[in-house]
């Protein structure tokens, strides 16, 4: 979709279209609609140049992709951390066998987590169990352009970090899988 294309796009066709690049959560496309700011929080190196060409021009149109990719991660940083924690529980486990989304199903294929050898799939489902019972919500990484090995030994690093931690380096790591699908979906 061309970006002339995202900015003809009715408030209600926008969240349609948009309202899964946050798994589960169309309230993140909502927001980003709405958010006449730049984003806010810690996670600059997500937020690609700080130009011009990354101001919106006006509430639901975006001057350049970059733009809309800014409006996405000022909706996820700026909601309440209540809305955060929801956001992060919405997404699945890695290499899990349950139903995913379009998206995630790719991203993971992409990553060869469709392909776990047996020992594999019981390291990622004793991970992702050990992970969520500590933290309350799912391991999250950014799959793309990763192998199973790289996630596996993020996993392994991270599931020693201690909650607050790692609830920011999970909503970090959503940011990145925004980008990611936006990029996908969308050119300049």
Request: proline share 3%.
């Amino acid at each position: 979709m061309k970006l002339s294309d995202v900015n003809a796009l009715s408030a209600t066709e926008f969240v349609t279209a948009f309202g899964d690049i946050a798994e589960h959560s169309p309230w993140v496309a909502q927001g980003a609609l709405k958010s006449p700011h730049r984003p806010v929080g810690t996670f600059s190196h997500l937020q690609g140049q700080t130009g011009e060409g990354g101001r919106r021009s006006d509430e639901g149109s975006f001057a350049t992709r970059e733009d809309l990719i800014h409006r996405f991660i000022g909706a996820v940083l700026s909601a309440p951390e209540a809305q955060q924690l929801s956001l992060l529980r919405a997404h699945p486990d890695l290499a899990t066998r349950a139903k995913l989304t379009t998206d995630s199903t790719r991203e993971q294929q992409g990553a060869g987590l469709d392909t776990l050898s047996a020992s594999e799939f019981e390291s990622f489902t004793q991970l992702n169990n050990a992970y969520k019972a500590k933290n309350d919500f799912p391991f999250i990484f950014a799959v793309k352009g990763a192998t199973k090995f790289q996630i596996l030994k993020g996993f392994e690093t991270r599931i020693a970090n201690d909650s607050s931690e790692e609830f920011q380096t999970a909503l970090e790591q959503v940011c990145r899988i925004i980008r990611f699908r936006i990029e996908d979906r969308v050119q300049e």
